[in-house]
C-alpha cells in the first residue's frame, strides 16, 4: 500500500507557531523533505526543529529550488526533486514536505503535489499559519474589517494596477522589486491615502518591522511582507 505525501505549512518564523497537527504529522513521518539542500540553512527545518527535535533523526531528502522565471527549467526542477522520493511513497512510507508559512500560498509543494496526484499518490494539506497573519500580529493591525477586501499580490506584476483595487493589499515576495514598490507607495503614503507596515523575518529572532514605506530599506530581504490598508 503506497503512503502519503504530506504538504506540512511550519508557519512564518516562531516555532510556537506550529499547529499541533503540524507537529503530530512531522512526528509521525518517515521521511522529511526540505526545500534547501543544507538543512541547517533550511528556514522550514530550523522553525521545526525546537518543537520537533527528533527531526534530527529522520530521513531527510533535500535540495535547493533555484529562483527562475524560466518555466521549462524550474519543471525539470521540480521534476527532479519529486522523482527523488517519488518510489518512497509508492513503497509504502509516509513522507512530510515542510513549506515556510501555508502550503496553498506561493509554495512549491503546489507544483511537487500536482505531480503526485497525476501519479495517483494520495496527497493531505497540513495548513499552517501565513506570513501576511503573522505579519499583521507583529504590527498590530488588523488586515480587514467590515466588507473589506483583501487582494494577495505577488510584487512581480503590475503594481501601479494592482494597488487601485479596493481595500487592504498585501505584497508578498517583493524582495527583488522593493526600489520600485516604494517608488508607488510613498506619493501615495505621503498623499494620505494609504498607511503602509511591513514585516521581514516574522516571528524570528532577526525580525524588523517598518510602519512607512519610506523606512523600508532597499536592500530588503526575500522574506518580507508589506500591508497596505486604506485610509
Excluded: W
Excluded at 130 to 147: N, Q, R
Excluded at 203 to 213: P, V
Amino acid at each position: 500500500m503506497a503512503g502519503v505525501l504530506l504538504g506540512i505549512g511550519v508557519g512564518p518564523g516562531d516555532p510556537e507557531m506550529l499547529t499541533l497537527k503540524a507537529v503530530k504529522a512531522i512526528k509521525e513521518a518517515d521521511v522529511i523533505c526540505l526545500p534547501r539542500a543544507d538543512k541547517d540553512k533550511c528556514r522550514a527545518y530550523q522553525i521545526t526543529l525546537p518543537v520537533v527535535p527528533e527531526i534530527k533523526y529522520k530521513k531527510t531528502i533535500s535540495m535547493d529550488f533555484e529562483m527562475t522565471r524560466d518555466e521549462d527549467h524550474l519543471k525539470e526542477i521540480h521534476e527532479e526533486f519529486y522523482n527523488k522520493y517519488k518510489q518512497l511513497v509508492l513503497d509504502g512510507y509516509n513522507l512530510a514536505f515542510l513549506t515556510i508559512g501555508d502550503p496553498t500560498v506561493y509554495s512549491t509543494f503546489g507544483y511537487i503535489m500536482k505531480l503526485a496526484k497525476k501519479d495517483g499518490i494520495e496527497v493531505e494539506i497540513i495548513n499552517g499559519i501565513t506570513s501576511f497573519c503573522g505579519s499583521a500580529a507583529s504590527a498590530g493591525i488588523v488586515l480587514s474589517e467590515a466588507e473589506e477586501n483583501i487582494h494577495i499580490i505577488s510584487g512581480q506584476g503590475n503594481i501601479e494596477d494592482e494597488l487601485k483595487l479596493p481595500g487592504t493589499k498585501i505584497i508578498m515576495k517583493s524582495g527583488k522589486y522593493i526600489s520600485e514598490i516604494k517608488e508607488k507607495l510613498i506619493p501615495l503614503e505621503e498623499a494620505g491615502k494609504i498607511s503602509v507596515n511591513a514585516v521581514i523575518d516574522c516571528g524570528m529572532e532577526t525580525e524588523e518591522i517598518f510602519t512607512s514605506a519610506m523606512t523600508i530599506p532597499d536592500d530588503s530581504k526575500y522574506m518580507m511582507t508589506i500591508i497596505i490598508k486604506e485610509k
